[in-house]
């Protein structure tokens, strides 16, 4: 889409709804025209952007332009919602919410908890009838998010028309699984995430796996014996939040030791497969300021996409963004890319 064809199209809309009479003469109409093709020409010049990609492998940088093409070319978010903050807001009221079945699972882990997964198995699969080689995609939804988060059921749906099997990780004490042991989700702790994957990988040991997770991605009577809830749940802030319950419930002395150890800063450098992580540089919980594109340089299997509106899980674009959003995109063509043709990440 270029600038003549949407400013051509917004006015010759514009111009079907307005009436020529609007305040007694044609000089509303005229306004309305002029404020829309102002409107539009700074949409298409400051929003509608291609992103950043950001990759210091030349080959792995290659694979993406040629199987994910989505990532190198022009985002155009919502016309009349591409804020990030109203991004943010409106994504979880606006996106339709794709109806999947699923099949819930209960595993314990090694200190008595139990972990809900929940399974889209996919077994009418075209693409992939024998489910022992079916390609799995294990889905991480954000902090305090579930199978129910109508991101997942679109990045469900997606794996669906490419006849994959998709897995819900459900932290523990959600999707209102009883909480166990007093221990619930920690960004800097991975053992549950881990304990997860063997057993996926041993259910579908020839079966290709993947994993993509959205955001940093409760219940009360259990906690109660270690914590004040009382006063946890008065705080009015994420940080107040982990200072009375995270970072005290994992051992951490501060909560700025917490928040370092969770920084995925640190962990970039390590990153050993293959990783291509998206994030607006308007998004209001990680905005671009915080993204470690310096440290994402010195790791040859990381790539980053920046978009420069998109706010946090939002990405809407179309007039009406009820379906597919950017992210969905960038999802579905990156897992499909990975799994037709990962042999070629670094071959290229």
């Given at each position: 889409?270029?600038?003549?064809?949407?400013?051509r199209?917004l006015?010759?809309y514009?111009?079907?709804?307005?009436?020529?009479?609007?305040?007694?003469?044609?000089?509303?109409?005229?306004?309305?025209?002029?404020f829309?093709?102002?409107?539009?020409?700074?949409?298409?010049?400051?929003i509608a952007?291609?992103?950043?990609?950001?990759?210091?492998?030349k080959?792995?940088?290659?694979?993406?332009?040629?199987?994910?093409?989505?990532?190198?070319?022009?985002?155009?978010?919502t016309?009349?919602?591409?804020?990030?903050r109203?991004q943010?807001l409106?994504?979880?009221?606006?996106?339709?919410?794709?109806?999947?079945?699923?099949?819930?699972?209960?595993?314990?882990t090694?200190?008595g908890?139990?972990?809900?997964?929940?399974?889209?198995?996919n077994n009418?699969s075209?693409?992939?009838?024998?489910a022992?080689?079916?390609?799995?995609?294990?889905l991480l939804?954000?902090?305090?998010g579930?199978?129910?988060?109508s991101y997942i059921?679109?990045?469900?749906?997606?794996?669906?028309?490419?006849?994959?099997?998709c897995?819900?990780?459900n932290?523990?004490?959600i999707?209102?699984?009883?909480?166990?042991t007093?221990?619930?989700?920690?960004a800097?702790?991975?053992?549950?995430?881990?304990a997860?994957?063997?057993?996926?990988h041993?259910?579908?040991?020839?079966?290709p796996?993947?994993?993509?997770g959205?955001?940093?991605?409760?219940?009360?009577?259990?906690?109660?014996?270690?914590f004040?809830?009382?006063l946890?749940?008065?705080?009015r802030?994420v940080?107040?939040?982990?200072k009375q319950?995270t970072?005290v419930?994992?051992?951490?002395?501060t909560?700025d030791?917490?928040?370092?150890?969770?920084?995925?800063?640190?962990?970039?450098k390590?990153?050993?497969i293959?990783?291509?992580c998206?994030?607006?540089?308007?998004?209001?919980f990680?905005p671009?300021?915080?993204?470690?594109?310096?440290?994402?340089k010195?790791?040859?299997n990381?790539?980053?996409?920046?978009?420069?509106?998109?706010?946090?899980?939002?990405?809407?674009?179309?007039?009406?963004?009820?379906?597919c959003?950017?992210?969905?995109?960038v999802f579905k063509q990156?897992?499909?890319a990975?799994?037709e043709?990962?042999?070629?990440?670094?071959?290229?």
């Amino acid at each position: 889409m270029d600038w003549q064809v949407l400013t051509r199209e917004l006015s010759l809309y514009l111009e079907s709804q307005v009436r020529v009479g609007l305040f007694g003469s044609g000089v509303g109409l005229s306004l309305v025209l002029g404020f829309g093709v102002a409107y539009a020409c700074y949409y298409l010049s400051s929003i509608a952007k291609k992103p950043q990609l950001v990759a210091s492998n030349k080959r792995f940088c290659r694979f993406l332009e040629e199987y994910c093409p989505v990532v190198t070319e022009t985002y155009y978010p919502t016309i009349w919602c591409w804020e990030g903050r109203v991004q943010t807001l409106l994504r979880p009221f606006i996106t339709s919410r794709p109806q999947v079945q699923y099949r819930n699972e209960l595993i314990r882990t090694a200190d008595g908890g139990q972990i809900s997964l929940d399974w889209f198995d996919n077994n009418d699969s075209l693409y992939y009838p024998d489910a022992s080689t079916r390609p799995t995609v294990l889905l991480l939804p954000g902090l305090t998010g579930t199978s129910k988060e109508s991101y997942i059921l679109h990045m469900i749906h997606q794996s669906e028309t490419l006849g994959y099997r998709c897995v819900v990780f459900n932290n523990r004490g959600i999707a209102g699984e009883d909480l166990l042991t007093p221990r619930t989700y920690c960004a800097a702790n991975t053992e549950d995430l881990e304990a997860v994957i063997h057993h996926i990988h041993s259910l579908h040991p020839s079966a290709p796996f993947m994993a993509a997770g959205v955001s940093m991605g409760g219940h009360r009577q259990m906690l109660e014996k270690l914590f004040d809830m009382d006063l946890v749940m008065k705080a009015r802030t994420v940080r107040e939040f982990d200072k009375q319950f995270t970072s005290v419930m994992f051992g951490y002395r501060t909560i700025d030791d917490y928040y370092e150890d969770a920084s995925p800063c640190r962990k970039l450098k390590s990153v050993g497969i293959p990783v291509l992580c998206l994030n607006s540089v308007d998004d209001v919980f990680s905005p671009g300021h915080a993204i470690p594109v310096e440290t994402a340089k010195q790791n040859a299997n990381v790539a980053l996409v920046l978009t420069s509106c998109g706010g946090h899980i939002g990405f809407l674009e179309g007039i009406w963004p009820r379906k597919c959003t950017y992210m969905d995109r960038v999802f579905k063509q990156f897992v499909q890319a990975v799994f037709e043709h990962g042999n070629k990440i670094f071959s290229m």
